[in-house]
């Protein structure tokens, strides 16, 4: 990721705090935003896209991109939820999309999910702001439960 421009973080863009993962800023797919990867005992079992505003059009944006790029890669959505606006502003946010599918031959199972959030706010001056954030989060869920059996 270093070698492709990406800069290494030291704290999870929502939190600020130090993240478990490898946290990397840079562009992914046209957009700028943060990378984050997940491991348990060396094996990637979770990833992060996060595109992070204070403005909802950005995210909004971004999420068409993403759901058109997965969706020619992938196919139409498996599953579509509902997902409505922390901010009480009778926002019309897009459903969250999910695609699962599975390897036959060893039987993974994995999924990929999209959506916009914007129930994070950060403190700025003499208030706080609210982050809309698009999230395209894949996840290797057949090996993240066999990490959880084994204790890890």
């Known amino acids: 990721m270093i070698e492709q421009g990406f800069k290494v973080e ?4 929502a939190t600020g705090q130090p993240d478990p993962g490898i946290v990397f800023h840079g562009s992914f797919a046209d957009r700028m935003c943060y990378l984050i990867f997940r491991f348990k005992a060396n094996s990637f079992y979770l990833g992060e896209v996060q595109l992070r505003s204070y403005d909802y059009q950005p995210p909004l944006e971004a999420y068409d991109h993403f759901v058109t790029l997965l969706t020619a890669k992938y196919g139409g959505a498996g599953e579509r939820l509902p997902v409505s606006s922390a901010t009480g502003a009778n926002r019309n946010m897009p459903d969250m999309v999910k695609w699962n599918w599975g390897d036959d031959g060893s039987m993974d199972v994995y999924k990929i999910e999209v959506f916009v959030s914007d129930s994070v706010y950060e403190l700025h001056g003499d208030g706080a702001r609210c982050v809309v954030q698009l999230i395209v989060r894949y996840e290797a869920v057949s090996l ?8 890890l």
């Open 144 to 151: 993240g439960n066999k990490l959880k059996e084994d204790g």
């Open 10 to 13: 030291d704290a999870h863009p």
